[in-house]
C-alpha cells in the first residue's frame, strides 16, 4: 500500500504551479497524493489529513507566512490528536529551518530542492514519524 501525502497551500498565497509540480513529483515516486487546493486554512488541512487518513502533509509556502502558518497546522492536527509529520517547503530561507523544526516540522524543503530531496524529505519524515 502506498503512502498517502496531503499537499496544501495555507493562506493567501495564490502560486500552485510548485505545489502541483511537487504532487506530480509524489505521485511519479509511487506515493498516493491528495491536493486540497488554494486558500486553505490549517483547520482545513488538518481536518483534510485526518478524513483522509495520510501519512504526511506537504506545505507549499511561497508567501513569506511560513513562520505562522506551518506551526499553526502543526498546533491544530497536535490538538485533534494526531501525529502526522508535516514537511514545508517553498521560499523558505535557511535560517528559519531550525525554527520551522522546533515548532513541530518535520522537513524543510529550501529553494532549489531537488525532486530526489523532495522524495527524501517525505519518505524521512514518514519514517521517522513511524519509529
Not at 509524489?26 to 495520510?54: P, S, W
Not at 507566512?65 to 501525529?83: E, F, K, N, S, Y
Amino acid at each position: 500500500m502506498a503512502d498517502r501525502v496531503l499537499v496544501a497551500k495555507v493562506g493567501l498565497d495564490g502560486h500552485d504551479r510548485g505545489v502541483k509540480v511537487v504532487a506530480r513529483i509524489l505521485r511519479d515516486a509511487g506515493f498516493e497524493v491528495i491536493y486540497t487546493g488554494l486558500f486553505q486554512t490549517a483547520e482545513k488541512v488538518a481536518a483534510a489529513a485526518i478524513d483522509e487518513d495520510v501519512d504526511a502533509v506537504g506545505l507549499s509556502m511561497l508567501s513569506g507566512a511560513h513562520m505562522t502558518l506551518a506551526p499553526l497546522v502543526v498546533d491544530r492536527l497536535r490538538a485533534l490528536g494526531v501525529d502526522i509529520p508535516v514537511v514545508v517547503g517553498g521560499i523558505i530561507p535557511v535560517g528559519d529551518a531550525a525554527k520551522l523544526r522546533e515548532a513541530g516540522v518535520a522537513g524543510v524543503l529550501t529553494p532549489g530542492a531537488t525532486a530526489d530531496e523532495v522524495v527524501a524529505v517525505v519518505r524521512e519524515a514518514i519514517a521517522a514519524n513511524r519509529r
